[in-house]
């Protein structure tokens, strides 16, 4: 069997950003289909460089991922990690990963090892989009957990992305994290959200201040480059600490591991070199300990399919992400789309990584153009006007 096309696919779901398919095919009539981690404005980058990279594969068997990963990184990207080529080639990573499922007639949880568990839990995210104070988020939330989920994410925060926060900010936070732990009740998680934007003060400070409200993690409360700084925010504070969404090879989580910066790792399956990179560092995880709950800022449809498929084998899988209003448009692009019943997916059976898309139907979605403008210089305060990015 033998490549013969690699095809990326632009798809625009109604919300946020385009999301970015990769469709390979081969000379025996099977293909399979992948998803890349993409940030809106960026799309395109990474669409060329699926483009540019699809010359290396072609004439070659789907079979050899191993070996095309190592070319790739050798004699295409020459030794240099990049997010735009690992996300480009992780779509292709799990395209190749669906053919080979589908040749050997197997999902591929059955080749990675076998199942750890029966169904895949997972947390709401996206459902917090729009709303500006904290009685609408709290509403939001309710909402989200009266669909089933029994644990949801956000960020508290509002204003662009700097490292120190006024107290007004904080103090925003704090209430909006109050509230929602008031509207849902008492046994929901709550997952707080950071986007790597504090020093480990503020991290901390404000963290310290919500414990009274059982979160039950803090995302990324400062920039992942310098792991030394989440270190620090582990260290001094009792709830679980999760980073990893910004690291993009198992390289990457070797300080996170050996200086014990967080409790939890979320590495993203389109962003870390596919479902062999998610197994590779959950693999690597599991001798400290650390749990895994994987990101998933990307599609309900081929990359959510995907990450249920390692989340089914990996024995320190803990929770992964779900962007629920994204699904339905997703779900209308997918022949079987992934059921959600009670805040768990129960994976498909049938061989590949379980789901096929609609042609037709993708096509009825095309690429959308976002203006972009540079943010306001110097530090924030709440106002209506600087809003957080977009989000799902």
């Not at 779901?13 to 385009?18: D, F, L, Q, R, W």
């Not at 204003?159 to 926060?165: D, K, L, Q, S, V």
């Not at 992942?224 to 969404?245: C, Q, S, W, Y």
């Amino acid at each position: 069997m033998k490549i013969t096309k690699i095809t990326p696919h632009l798809f625009f779901p109604g919300k946020a950003k385009n999301l970015l398919f990769c469709r390979i095919d081969t000379n025996e009539g099977l293909y399979g289909w992948g998803e890349a981690y993409v940030v809106q404005g960026k799309e395109k980058v990474v669409e060329q460089y699926i483009e540019n990279i699809a010359p290396y594969l072609i004439g070659h068997s789907p079979f050899e991922i191993k070996h095309s990963e190592n070319a790739l990184f050798c004699d295409f990207a020459l030794k240099r990690s990049s997010f735009d080529f690992i996300a480009a080639w992780s779509a292709i990573e799990i395209a190749m990963w669906d053919i080979v499922g589908k040749a050997c007639n197997q999902p591929v949880y059955n080749l990675l090892g076998g199942k750890s568990r029966d169904k895949v839990r997972v947390y709401a995210n996206g459902w917090w989009g729009g709303a500006n104070t904290p009685a609408e988020v709290a509403r939001n939330a309710k909402a989200a957990t009266d669909l089933g989920y029994t644990a949801i994410k956000w960020d508290p925060f509002q204003g662009y992305w700097r490292e120190y926060i006024s107290k007004k900010q904080e103090d925003y936070a704090v209430e909006v994290v109050k509230q929602v732990r008031e509207a849902v009740g008492p046994d929901v998680e709550l997952m707080i959200e950071m986007h790597r934007r504090f020093s480990p003060y503020h991290a901390i400070h404000f963290s310290e201040r919500i414990a009274q409200y059982d979160p039950a993690w803090i995302e990324e409360p400062c920039l992942a480059d310098n792991i030394d700084l989440v270190a620090e925010v582990k260290r001094h504070i009792k709830t679980p600490v999760v980073t990893g969404e910004t690291l993009y090879t198992k390289y990457d989580f070797i300080p996170v591991f050996e200086k014990r910066a967080a409790d939890i790792i979320n590495p993203d399956i389109a962003a870390c070199n596919g479902i062999s990179g998610l197994r590779d560092i959950a693999t690597m995880a599991e001798p400290y300990n650390i749990l895994v709950s994987p990101h998933n800022y990307n599609s309900t449809a081929v990359a959510l399919a995907a990450t249920c498929q390692v989340s089914l084998v990996i024995p320190n899988f803990n929770i992964t992400e779900v962007f629920i209003t994204i699904k339905e448009a997703c779900d209308e692009i997918v022949v079987n789309p992934l059921k959600i019943v009670d805040g768990f997916i129960e994976v498909p059976e049938t061989p590949g990584i379980g789901i096929d898309l609609d042609m037709e139907a993708l096509a009825k979605h095309p690429y959308k153009h976002f203006e972009r403008k540079f943010p306001f210089k110097g530090m924030m305060d709440i106002k209506d006007e600087y809003p957080c990015p977009a989000n799902f």
